[in-house]
């Protein structure tokens, strides 16, 4: 994992922050992996052009299953086609609220919005599950998860922006 494309290393193209962030991910989808696709093996490729670092995780494990913090909702891939388009609140711990946008029956792009309300809910086991899907989507740019139907493999790709903004500068 020390070397991207043609031996450029992730510490030639990413600021230290970014290479942190990097690390924390690439932590989240094996512990993810390990925890719960239900298979033995998984595949990481890490590609990287001059604007973004993408990590992606595949596997033939158990399709991506979620429930709202509420837990009256079961959301499961591939999705129904009554439930699109969707918007689903998959996470909240009073500060902030993970969000995942069903863009189709087999994708899902994954967000953090600030909440105002600092009350915490009730500690349940479906809250701290999903709290690694909130690292995940916090530490990456963009985090998306992908069902491929005809092969059963399950995609979680999260991508980080190489390029700094004129506000921001390289560390």
Known sequence: MDYLGH???ISEKATPEIRSRFKWVVTEMLT????????????????????????????????????????????????KDALLPADFQIYQNGIESLLLTATSRTNAVFSVKEVGNSDLPPVSD???????????????????????????????RCVFNLKTTDNETQV
């Open 7 to 9: 031996n450029e290393t």
């Open 32 to 79: 993810n992996a390990i925890k719960h696709s239900g298979v033995d093996a998984c595949r990481l490729s890490i590609e990287s052009d001059a604007d973004n670092l993408v990590l992606e995780k595949e596997d033939a494990g158990v399709p991506l299953s979620l429930r709202d913090p509420n837990g009256s909702t079961q959301i499961s891939w591939p999705l």
């Open 126 to 156: 479906t809250l701290s599950e999903h709290f690694g899907l909130l690292i995940l989507a916090k530490a990456a740019d963009k985090f998306e998860y992908e069902y491929d139907v005809q092969r059963g493999i399950n995609k979680f």
